[in-house]
């Protein structure tokens, strides 16, 4: 539908018909009545009202009109000068892109360079990845971009230090008795990797550092001895590592018995501490604790004690003597056994 745009007056055309009836209106006498006006009188002063009337309607259209006929001249030229800009935009192409482990896709993207092609499609690279063609090669119809992520990260992993049994002896459990220390609770070991990953595909993973995040808290066995005993103990701690426990059948003998040198197989002095053993068992030389007597060291052999059988040496042969003949649990606490 065609517009049809107001017609503008001119102002000095308005004036001049103005000027005009003027004049007429002042040359004509003013009748008091209208039957005192001539016939021709009459009849021109029924139009004067309408020309009026006309002049003012022209008047007012031609102002109303003047900023909306520049309004709309002004659209025209804006229009002019858009039009050019949108018929000078570049048509999108359709390339290929495989992007990581993705399968290959056909695309849309703006003629310009890689970098701006994957900016419009909104992938994000970094300085490790890879891309064919490079960043700054032109995007063509033929064109295949391929992105290849790279990442290089640590990762953390922790294992579980596992704790130990120990067997502590002290002075302050009775002499042969068995109690029990603070539980055994398992340390942490954090190790940490490098791991290089090709498309969230692992590639290599490298071990570049240990470091212990938390210390294990052994597990205690307390072994009473006797006041005297705890200065003779080769570890200055108190505490043995627990290798295994053997029960066995118990006896008990004097320093003077049999020789009556007062000495061991192994040279050592006979008496409280010292036990005879079968080296088949319990190699010479163990240190050991015995339920129900305290610590000792395999240090004599005898004739009867054969297999799991064991002398316990004494001061006296009175306490040799109260010891009987009785089931013992013997702790191995250091030897090759």
């Known amino acids: 539908m065609q517009t049809v745009q107001p017609t503008r007056v001119p102002n000095s055309q308005v004036r001049l018909e103005e000027e005009v009836l003027a004049d007429q209106c002042s040359r004509s006498p003013v009748p008091t009545t209208i039957e005192d006006m001539p016939a021709t009188k009459r009849a021109a002063g029924r139009w004067r009202p309408v020309a009026y009337v006309t002049v003012a309607t022209l008047f007012a259209a031609s102002v109303l009109t003047y900023p909306f006929a520049g309004a709309s001249a002004q659209q025209l030229a ?16 359709q390339v290929t892109l495989i992007d ?7 695309v849309k993207c703006g003629q310009g360079t890689v970098q701006q092609a ?21 995007v063509t119809s033929s064109t295949t971009i391929t992105v290849t992520h790279v990442r290089v990260v640590e990762e953390h992993e922790t294992a579980p230090i ?25 340390g942490v070991l954090t190790k940490t990797f490098l ?12 071990l570049i550092a240990k470091v212990v995040t938390k210390k294990p808290v052994n597990q205690e066995t307390v072994g009473g001895i006797r006041t005297r005993m705890a200065a003779a103990l080769p570890s200055r701690s108190g505490s043995y590592h627990r290798l295994r426990a053997i029960t066995m059948t118990a006896t008990g003998y004097s320093p003077y018995e049999g020789s009556g040198s007062g000495r061991c197989a192994t040279g050592m002095r006979a008496g409280y ?3 005879a053993v079968d080296p088949r068992v319990i190699r010479l030389g163990t240190r050991l604790y015995v339920e129900g007597y305290g610590y000792a060291v395999a240090g004599d052999t005898g004739g009867a004690i054969k297999g799991r059988r ?3 040496g004494h001061t006296t042969r009175r306490e040799a003597m109260n010891v009987g ?12 056994n």
């Not at 804006?78 to 192409?93: G, L, R, V, Y």
């Not at 990581?100 to 056909?106: I, L, R, T």
């Open 195 to 206: 791991a290089h990953y090709t498309n969230d595909h692992l590639d290599s993973r490298r």
């Open 78 to 93: 804006d229009t002019s000068k858009t039009a050019p800009a949108s018929a000078e935009t570049a048509p999108a192409i």
């Open 100 to 106: 990581g482990a993705k399968a290959p896709q056909a």
């Open 325 to 336: 003949r009785r089931s013992v649990k013997v702790w191995v606490l250091d030897s090759g």
């Open 118 to 138: 994957l900016a419009t499609l909104g992938i994000s690279t970094t300085s490790l990845d890879r891309v064919t063609p490079p960043l700054s090669s032109p």
């Open 273 to 275: 501490g010292v036990v």
């Open 162 to 186: 596992p704790f130990k049994t120990v067997f502590t002896m002290s002075s302050a459990v009775p002499a042969g008795a068995i109690g029990h220390g603070h539980q055994g609770v398992n």
């Open 310 to 312: 064991i002398d316990l």
